[in-house]
């Protein structure tokens, strides 16, 4: 007896060291997690909010189509900030344009609006946060209770080994809560990576120079097509005129044989 009273001090310090030492490594690795620069920054603008940034620019037309390849290129570089491209276009017609859309990590976002706009005009900036919380929430909490679900048919499933009917039924409905699952998965996993990355989306429009004859040169070439529709109207307002014209005529015609008569009387 008296040798466990000289042991359990000895069994508590150990415990005791064990559970400090285990409390020390657990807060060195939350320290070390909260200190990457993505968590910080996360932490900054808001845990479950997405952000969207829209840059507009104006530039010579010879500079549109440089500019875009020089953001694509750009972009296609940057494997620090994960940047994606989800959309390009670019036209290069009469009125030259362009179109980028990317996914970026924020802390690369700064640095690629400064690029596109080097050789241009910034006309519009704007910035949308969309707060995706509640269906990010209520996505996990699905996702629990269809685990929770699948494990129960499991534990069932291992009941009805001898009912084949029953065994195929807990079967179909096990596919389906699996399909369900990796659906939620997928779809929490989505927008989750969406509050993580912002998205960016840059318009390259060209400077319109406009001379006093521009507006007549257009209206000469334009004469010819704009003479003939006129004269389509005009022949279509006549067909719809041409009848009422015919009966407005009839009716004057016999109001005036009617005011005659009315005349000859007097």
Known sequence: ???FKHLLPSLLLVTLLGCSSESQDSLSYVELADSTPEQSEQQKRGQYLAYEHRLTIT????????TFEKISSLC????AHQCTMLHSSLNIGSYPSAVIQVRILPQGVAALLNSASEKGTIAGKSTDVEDLQDAIINGGKRLEMLTQYRARLL???KKTDSNVESLIK?????SKVQSDIEYTEGEKARLLKRTRMDVVSISLNAVSYVSFWDPIANSLGD?????????AEVIEAGAYLLPWLVI?????????IV???TRHKH
């Open 1 to 3: 007896m008296n040798y």
């Open 59 to 66: 530039l010579a037309e010879d500079e549109i189509q440089e």
């Open 76 to 79: 296609a570089r940057d494997a």
């Open 155 to 157: 534990e069932l499933e």
């Open 170 to 174: 807990v079967a179909q409905e096990l």
């Open 223 to 231: 004469f010819a097509e704009n003479f003939s529709h006129a004269i």
């Open 248 to 256: 407005l005529f009839a009716l004057f015609y016999v109001l005036r």
């Open 259 to 261: 005011w005659r008569k």
